[in-house]
Nanobody, 121 residues
Framework: EVQLVESGGGSVQTGESLRLSCAAS????????MTWVRQAPGKGLEWVST????????SYAHSVKGRFTISRDDAENTLYLQMDTLKPEDTAEYYC??????????????RGQGTQVTVSS
């Protein structure tokens, strides 16, 4: 059974940092592209960042590029999202998903339960 468990969320002030983690199990983590998505209250799912399997190529949404860094530890089956210079508009529930960038909104893509990030001004 695929399991994805996020952690590391919290409430911070504008300009502060958080590091999210996603512990994966139930599949061969290193074989799959991994993605972070987020959903703000009353809004749709938003793609944040993807890291590919193998080459670990990274890509970012324009809104977070230069502030967020995605990484993965295949030996530990863990995905990370380092979030720096946080802004109030980053407030959302953050999910890790076993999916490519193109399929980030697919209902069939395994996704964790989420971790809440709240940024106050």
């Amino acid at each position: 059974e695929v399991q994805l468990v996020e952690s590391g969320g919290g409430s911070v002030q504008t300009g502060e940092s958080l590091r999210l983690s996603c512990a994966a199990s139930g599949f061969t983590f290193s074989y799959f592209d991994m993605t972070w998505v987020r959903q703000a209250p009353g809004k749709g799912l938003e793609w944040v960042s993807t890291i590919t399997a193998g080459t670990k190529f990274t890509s970012y949404a324009h809104s977070v590029k230069g502030r967020f860094t995605i990484s993965r530890d295949d030996a530990e089956n863990t995905l990370y999202l380092q979030m720096d210079t946080l802004k109030p508009e980053d407030t959302a529930e953050y999910y890790c998903a076993r999916t490519t960038r193109a399929n980030f909104a697919s209902p069939s893509a395994p996704r964790g339960q989420g971790t809440q990030v709240t940024v106050s001004s």
